[in-house]
């Protein structure tokens, strides 16, 4: 059965990378993040949190017990005669319930503030989770961007290498001239340290990818199928699903409820309180005229606290500032969170428009560099320095095309992420 169930795993793992690599990726970050692992760890400790508050309106219940032995020699009485020797086994047991009956709210804000602080955790995870995913794809597709950078630059490298060797032939023709040789000797110089620089910022990409993903990345990194991403359709809905869903956003907000909640627990040490104790004794004595009794004892508890030296006043002024200063900072989340929305849906919709932009740079540099170099080769009017600028325009227009795809990707992810849409589901493939 461990094989069976082993080797389902590795077949399930094995069509999800292979019908979808981003989500493979996603989840393998998801799995293995040490940080994300942490507060997970985080979430469970805070869950008793509830478990710890909710014991204050239960019964507490105590079962104590004492044993003694106690020898008595050279026991000499007022006339100085010796007496004999005593000894005394004593033994007794107790049991006690306390029932606290009235805290002043005390025990009700503990509760209320234990639950926050879960809901607080939860939007921590939450934000961690979303933060992982983001730097995970966008390391995934940054890899995509980097290898085709180095695979264009490499074809480049080829092109210019090829035309070199072309032109020596038409210089001892006598068809070109020395200039023109140099020209495509230094252009190939130029297109080698491109290369170099690509194949860097490859392997630091693939550095980057492995450290966020955890897996090794592999060599037949592809784009992954289309995937839709259900985006707001204005910046109006946008700030909308941000000021109701983002993570940050709802922190702020849950810290200053905690404050309010944490400022009543003080307060409620000021008030009155209650409690009942019921105990059962059982006292034994072998060697006493009285060898054996049992006590039964109700108690009703009230205190009130009157003066404890200023100390419970500058509590509740502790935490009136407190929950000021929880105000005035969940006041500036708000702004900072509608900027970044606002920044975010820019980039998005900025993104759209270089995407089809650099789609059509791409094809006209290529149709052009298509001609000019026919033209060229054919001992047309085209000279090298034209046929090296159409292939430098080509390059870029390849390279700033593959970067536009992943910016758009990448503005998607960072706009779900301020309105709080960031999850795995995200990337179900419909």
Known sequence: MKYLLTLLFILNFNYLYATNKVLFFVESALQNNPKINAERENLKSIKENQNISRSEFLPSLTISGTQSSIDTTNIVDQTGAETSNTKRNTETKKISVEQKLFQGFKGYNELKK???????ANNEYKKIEQDIILKSVSAYYDLILKKKNKEFNSANVSLFERQVESDRSRLQKGEISLTDLAQSESSLAGAQADLTKADTEHVSAVAEFEKVTRVTAPDDLTESPSIFFSMPSTLKEALTLSNANNPSLAIARINLAISEKE???????????????????????????????E???????????????????????????????????????????????????????????????????????????????LEYDSGNTRTTLEVIQSRSLLLEARISHAEAEKNLIVSKLELLDQIGRLNINSFKTP
């Open 114 to 120: 234990s639950k926050l602080e879960l809901e607080k």
């Open 263 to 293: 400022l009543n627990v003080e307060k409620a040490k000021l008030s009155p309180s209650a409690s009942v104790n019921y105990s059962k004794t059982e006292n034994k004595d072998f060697s006493s005229t009285i060898d054996e009794n």
């Open 295 to 373: 006590e039964e004892t109700v108690k009703a508890t009230i205190s009130w606290p009157i003066i404890q030296g200023g100390k419970n006043f500058s509590s509740i002024k502790k935490f009136k500032h407190k929950k000021e200063k929880n105000r005035l900072l969940l006041e500036d989340k708000e702004n900072e969170i509608k900027t970044e929305t606002a920044t975010a849906w820019s980039f998005f919709q900025s993104s759209a428009s270089i995407l089809t932009s650099t789609a059509a740079q791409l094809k006209a540099a290529e149709i052009a560099n298509e001609g000019i170099s």
